[in-house]
């Protein structure tokens, strides 16, 4: 697993968001690292998702937008440590970025999720956003995503409470 004392040593500011979803950690683990094409509809964006490696070990995607200053593009390396963590490597146009993703189960069967990410400029400039801004865009994306999880995770609930037991 990636070191994150590594993550740390990158310069500029570390950013912290802690998401707990109304999903057992198995679903939530599942569902955070089922990379798609249809992600970027989940979080109301336009960037075109290509998934181009998956394995149980790792997933390769890539992104791209069009924006009114060029495109957005970015490469993510993710490193799956099931049943509770992942990370993340992001090399774009825009930023490269790290990022650790710690899942913990809480005792009435929500799960914490734990994300600490550290970026760096690209070669080419873009918008500068303050700690506190990109904070509250990781945190505005992850509610997307949680409501999102925690609606699936519902419909998962229902289509099993509807099929019939296994014989």
């Not at 960037?47 to 593009?73: C, I, M, N, Q």
């Not at 993710?78 to 992942?86: G, M």
């Not at 710690?102 to 400039?125: C, V």
Request: glycine share 4%.
């Amino acid at each position: 697993m990636r070191d994150v004392a590594k993550i740390r040593r990158w310069p500029g500011p570390e950013y912290h968001i802690r998401v707990v979803f109304d999903a057992p950690m198995r679903f939530v683990y599942d569902w955070c690292t089922d990379y798609s094409p249809r992600d970027s509809r989940l979080e109301g964006e336009s960037y075109t998702r290509k998934v181009l490696e998956r394995s149980a070990e790792r997933v390769l995607y890539e992104d791209v937008e069009e924006s009114p200053d060029g495109f957005h593009w970015a490469r993510y390396d993710v490193e799956l440590h099931p049943p509770s963590a992942w990370s993340m490597t992001s090399l774009g146009n825009r930023r490269t970025a790290k990022a650790e993703y710690r899942l913990t189960a809480m005792p009435d069967g929500r799960t914490e999720l734990d994300l600490t990410l550290r970026r760096i400029p690209g070669p080419l400039p873009g918008r500068v956003l303050t700690k506190t801004e990109r904070e509250a865009v990781l945190a505005d994306a992850w509610m997307k995503f949680k409501t999102a999880l925690e609606r699936d995770y519902r419909r998962s609930q229902k289509t099993r409470a509807r099929s019939p037991p296994a014989e």
